[in-house]
């Protein structure tokens, strides 16, 4: 059974930092793709990094880059996205998910880490 665990959030004021964390297991691709979304309420989910585990290729959508690091400890399983300067528009449930690959719909999904940031 695939598992994906996000931890991390919380609220913080605007300018500061969060290291949201993805604990992942069960995963069976040879090369599989960690994924972060968030979704801000009545806003459509948004896509904001993805790293491969093949290569440790990274993506950053063009809101969160510069601010935004996503890295994975492959002996933890655990992918950790580092949020800086975080900015009120920032606040939105984040998602940890998982793909083949980072530009094909996830497979699976966690259960979602709320970021609130107060201005």
């Known amino acids: 059974e695939v598992q994906l665990v996000e931890s991390g959030g919380g609220l913080v004021q605007a300018g500061g930092s969060l290291r949201l964390s993805c604990a992942h297991s069960g995963l069976t691709f040879d090369d599989y793709a960690i994924r972060w979304f968030r979704q801000a309420p009545g806003k459509e989910r948004e896509g904001v990094s993805c790293i491969s585990s093949s290569d440790g290729s990274t993506w950053y959508s063009d809101s969160v880059k510069g601010r935004f690091t996503i890295s994975e400890d492959n002996a933890k399983n655990t992918v950790s996205l580092q949020i800086n300067s975080l900015k009120p528009e920032d606040t939105a449930v984040y998602y940890c998910?998982?793909?083949?690959?980072?530009?094909?719909?996830?497979?699976?999904w966690g259960q979602g880490t709320q970021v609130i940031v107060s201005s």
């Open positions: 998910a998982a793909s083949m690959v980072c530009d094909r719909e996830p497979d699976f």
